[in-house]
């Protein structure tokens, strides 16, 4: 069955660095997600990309962050200069297709923690 | 904006079944009702998603009643693997989802 990967399933990094989590989204879906969940906290919707750019995005995504698709499979989130604040799982989902009947699949997480 | 509420948590026991109900009084009409599960520091899994009345696969059932304003999740004979927190998320139109706080299944032996 094909599934949502993501890497490194773990990072740490000092406050101040840039980091990018990586994910490969099911290989024919065309809509592409990044979420977030602090520890003990919901999931949080962070940003929506189609057609190779951003179509919706929640008030936590400011300047900070940035997400690419720079070749056929990956998709990518960066965080310019990481806060404590920012440490969290973060989750990539990918969609096939635009209905409201298509569902969303979620990769296993990236743990980043901010030192 | 559909806002879902759930129970926070429920307990259970290896073999039961288990149902859980979800209220979403102000679903519209286009509206899709998702359940995801979530173990601990593991991305949402997708369960079971329907519009009305029942559906079945192979993990759970999905029971909708023709007013749409509440959903039950049904997990046949659960076990000890089943201790997750399950979420129902109702689409709205748009594509980003919005999880609550989820019901805490623990299944005890």
């Known amino acids: 069955e094909p599934e949502v990967t993501q890497t490194p399933s773990h990072q740490v990094t000092q406050m101040g660095q840039e980091v990018i989590l990586r994910c490969v989204p099911i290989s024919n879906h065309l809509y592409f997600y990044w979420y977030r969940q602090i520890l003990g906290q919901k999931v949080e919707f962070l940003v929506s990309f189609y057609n190779n750019e951003i179509s919706e995005k929640s008030e936590i995504f400011d300047d900070q962050f940035s997400v690419e698709r720079p070749d056929g499979s990956n998709f990518t989130l960066k965080i310019r200069s990481t806060k404590l604040e920012d440490s969290a799982m973060y989750f990539c989902a990918s969609q096939e297709g635009a209905s409201l009947s298509d569902t969303q699949y979620f990769g296993p997480g990236t743990r980043l923690t901010v030192l | 904006l559909a806002k879902t509420t759930q129970p926070i948590s429920m307990d259970s026991y290896e073999g039961q079944e288990v149902n859980i109900t979800c209220s979403h009084n102000?679903?519209?009409?286009?509206?899709?009702i998702t359940w995801y599960q979530q173990f601990p520091s593991q991305g949402p899994r997708f369960i079971i998603q329907?519009?009305?009345t029942k559906v079945t696969n192979e993990v759970a059932s999905l029971f909708i009643p023709a007013d749409r304003k509440s959903s039950t999740l049904s997990l046949p004979r659960v076990s000890l693997s089943d201790t997750a927190v399950y979420y129902c998320?109702?689409?709205?139109?748009?594509?980003?989802?919005?999880f609550g706080s989820g019901t805490r299944l623990q299944v005890q032996p």
């Open positions: 998320l109702v689409d709205t139109g748009r594509r980003a989802l919005t």
């Open positions: 329907g519009y009305k």
């Open positions: 102000n679903i519209a009409t286009n509206d899709y």
